[in-house]
């Protein structure tokens, strides 16, 4: 069985490698009727960012009128001149990528080890423990608050950085995420690895997780997406406006009486740039890594 899925790469390698160079331009230019669907919804969902953008370049008097105008009358730079001169926006930035990428890294990491042990590991309790696990996604989040505040103060994590890392090192969706997709790879690529006198550790690192990259970059995704735009416990856990990240920062520039609009929406920008960016880059890996994987249907 391993010979039989080593020839199916080698073969559709060979004949990725042999297709032209522009035949893949060519196909992807080709119109079907999807996309007189999709341009309009495409359309939609673009208008509240562009209005977003439009409106952090727009003066900050226009922006208190109701409704707003959507095109500025003249374009300025007074939101972000507020924005890096008188906010710490880099701080926060900063705060917020060393957030994420812990997030990244330790989901990764963690997730993938717990979803390989439920998905071939047998053990006693397995499933229930499975099942526990699950569980915890169902628990609103609101129910948590208290006790995990209480938590972190006995162990004098509150108004740092750990306080926002530590929540995201492991969830149940990753957890999930990672296990059904073990489950769905062929188990006779693990047991050609066992033959070849691999061990467990082994075939995880050098068969299984390869493979894995599709569910990997799917959960790189949904894990900067969570620890990116988290706002609630990051409110309720840090006070120390040095710990801040963008989310929380931005949340502050909104006061009881009075709002300035453009900052406001230039701080949302800049919050929003980087994880566009970074979709648009994990989406032409994510494409690319379903490619090559080696499976089939």
Not at 129 to 150: E, H, K, R, S, V
Not at 155 to 166: D, K, R, S, T
Not at 192 to 207: E, H, K, M, Y
């Amino acid at each position: 069985m391993s010979a039989n899925v080593l020839n199916e790469v080698v073969t559709s390698s060979e004949q990725v490698a042999a297709e032209p160079v522009g035949a893949g331009r060519r196909r992807r230019r080709r119109l079907s009727g999807w996309h007189f669907v999709l341009l309009p919804i495409a359309i939609l969902f673009l208008i509240p960012f562009a209005q977003m953008v439009l409106a952090s370049f727009s003066p900050a008097k226009e922006l208190v009128g109701f409704p707003p105008p959507f095109i500025p009358s003249h374009l300025t730079v007074d939101g972000y001149v507020k924005l890096f001169s008188q906010t710490d926006i880099l701080l926060w930035l900063g705060n917020t990528v060393i957030v994420s990428l812990a997030a990244i890294v330790s989901n990764i990491v963690l997730c993938s080890l717990a979803g390989y042990g439920f998905a071939r590991l047998k053990f006693a309790g397995r499933n229930f423990g499975f099942l526990m696990i699950l569980a915890t996604i169902m628990i609103p989040t609101q129910l948590l608050m208290i006790p995990t505040y209480i938590l972190f103060s006995k162990l004098g994590l509150l108004n740092g950085l750990g306080a926002a890392i530590v929540p995201w090192l492991a969830t149940a969706f990753g957890i999930f995420l990672m296990r059904q997709f073990f489950l769905a790879l062929p188990a006779e690529l693990e047991e050609a690895g066992a033959i070849d006198g691999c061990n467990r550790w082994q075939i995880f690192f050098r068969i299984v997780l390869p493979l894995a990259r599709p569910a990997l970059a799917t959960l790189a995704i949904f894990t900067l997406l969570g620890a990116w735009n988290d706002l609630v416990w990051p409110l309720i856990a840090i006070n120390n406006q040095h710990a801040f990240t963008l989310q929380l920062g931005i949340a502050n520039f909104q006061g009881a009486h009075l709002t300035d609009w453009s900052l406001v929406m230039a701080g949302n920008v800049v919050a929003t740039m980087p994880l566009i960016l970074f979709f648009l880059f994990a989406q032409r890996q994510f494409i690319a890594t379903m490619t090559f994987s080696g499976l089939k249907g």
